[in-house]
């Protein structure tokens, strides 16, 4: 990854948060809990969601920088949404949450040097993780899940047959 694209993905990410929240602004309160379908998550469990795996991806990225070796430990989202009742969680903590974590790893992302950038450690489910790995997948994680809120939100206005 050259220098350019690194900056380019990490302003993506540190934009994540307005676009998620942008998304989130459309959705009517009576429309925060409802479900596009079983098993799919509300707008509200998308955000608590984003919470939670920001606070994962937060300690990931230091692990893999700073430690020798790190073995990054996954997690099921599913068990977790289940098991915290993202509905009984508060929406504002959830999203103050994203807003930190990543204001506070934007910042340290723009001190890497390209040798932090190369590091390399262990994901328990998927194998060797690196810090630019990490990068790519992060910067995409909040404005995939915007989309998700946009479509439960479309999905919602659809007209019943």
Request: with cysteine; proline share 6%.
């Amino acid at each position: 990854m050259t220098p350019v694209e690194r900056e380019k993905l990490i302003q993506q990410y540190a934009e994540g948060p307005r676009r998620l929240r942008d998304a989130l602004a459309n959705v009517p309160e009576a429309a925060l809990k409802w479900r596009p379908a079983p098993g799919e998550w509300s707008a509200h469990e998308v955000i608590c969601h984003c919470a939670d795996s920001e606070v994962n991806a937060y300690a990931r990225i230091r692990y893999v920088v700073a430690e020798k070796e790190p073995v990054i430990q996954g997690y099921d989202q599913e068990v977790w949404a289940r098991t915290f009742d993202y509905h009984a969680l508060p929406l504002d903590a959830a999203l103050a949450t994203v807003d930190a974590v990543r204001a506070t790893t934007a910042a340290l992302l723009r001190t890497l040097r390209d040798a932090d950038c190369a590091k390399k450690g262990t994901h328990s489910e998927s194998g060797p993780y690196g810090a630019e790995p990490w990068l790519a997948i992060y910067a995409d994680h909040l404005e995939n899940h915007a989309r998700q809120i946009e479509n439960n939100l479309a999905a919602r206005q659809k007209p019943q047959r």
